[in-house]
């Protein structure tokens, strides 16, 4: 990675590791280049830092990496054998979700504060917490989710299904909100574009609960998604065609991110302290005594509650939390 003098600046904040310092340190590290005016720039996608990776090689970037020469050339129209790609940090993975316990079962909160199985409902994949994340996603630990938990969700399943287990009864109120949502894109006949809204969405994410957080710019954001929330349900989808209809896939995700989108800036808000990606410049330490533990987002009430880390043996003792050096 290099800044606009040309220089690896990585070797600064992480001696030792470098380049492959955890994700959310480097990204930490390429934001402070950019804030402190060492990023590069460019009139069509703005501030960036460069990734050098002309030293391997034409051919081996071409046949151990073409998925990234055909997206630099796609989308920056450079090849990374000629001249650096043009980065910056980004939404990549959701370490939170559904809360499961390690059978895939979706758990929720009861009136007493404890957690139970929601009967018939399962997650699995990155959108359930199991957790095996924490609060900064380690490369590669995701095939956890998959191979691991994926497969013993299956596995329960089967025997689940096997011995007369089923979902709950349904209501006749779940099947209203589930078609209310489907059926207002349809029905909505004046309106916002979708497009606009979407992209305000993402400034308001990128500029407000990114790479560092600070509880003025949060608050201001979140006033800004509740802003952006209520345009959304008056948007309308412009394309009404009933087959091959992608703007109705697309304004149907649109849903789904804004819901996300504000979890995590509660969420985020919530969070007093600093925590691997959580970072915050007004709480800038780790603080175990308050917030070693989980935190759930309730969409119908919008607020907050704390859930406790398990920390038991089960083969093997818990590794402690402590502070990290590269």
Request: one cysteine or more.
């Amino acid at each position: 990675l290099l800044n606009k003098d040309g220089e690896r600046f990585m070797e600064r904040y992480a001696p030792n590791a470098k380049d492959l310092a955890g994700r959310d340190v480097v990204a930490r590290s390429m934001m402070t280049e950019i804030r402190e005016g060492r990023g590069c720039d460019h009139p069509q996608y703005g501030p960036h830092i460069k990734l050098k990776l002309d030293h391997l090689g034409r051919e081996t970037l071409e046949s151990r990496l073409p998925g990234v020469c055909e997206l630099s050339q796609t989308f920056a129209h450079v090849h990374p054998a000629d001249e650096p790609i043009p980065v910056i940090p980004t939404c990549h993975y959701m370490m939170g979700g559904v809360p499961t316990n390690v059978n895939g079962q979706a758990l929720t909160k009861s009136a007493d504060g404890s957690f139970k199985e929601v009967e018939g409902l399962f997650a699995v994949g990155e959108i359930a917490c199991v957790s095996v994340h924490g609060a900064n996603r380690l490369g590669g630990n995701s095939l956890l989710d998959l191979v691991v938990f994926g497969r013993a969700a299956g596995l329960y399943l089967e025997k689940y299904l096997g011995e007369g287990g089923g979902a709950t009864e349904y209501s006749k109120d779940d099947i209203d909100a589930g078609l209310t949502r489907l059926n207002r894109w349809e029905s909505t006949k004046q309106g916002e574009d979708p497009v606009q809204i979407k992209k305000d969405l993402q400034q308001c994410m990128q500029m407000n609960f990114s790479v560092f957080r600070e509880g003025e710019a949060m608050a201001e954001g979140l006033s800004q998604l509740k802003e952006i929330r209520e345009r959304l349900q008056h948007a309308k989808l412009t394309d009404n065609s009933k087959e091959f209809n992608t703007q109705r896939i697309e304004c149907l995700e649109l849903d789904n991110l804004m819901e996300t989108a504000y979890a995590t800036a509660v969420a985020a808000n919530y969070r007093t302290e600093s925590r691997g990606a959580h970072s915050r410049e007004d709480f800038l330490d780790r603080d175990d005594a308050n917030w070693l533990c989980h935190t759930i987002y309730d969409p119908n009430t919008e607020e907050m509650s704390k859930r406790d880390v398990n920390m038991e043996p089960k083969f093997r003792e818990a590794f402690p939390p402590k502070a990290r050096t590269y």
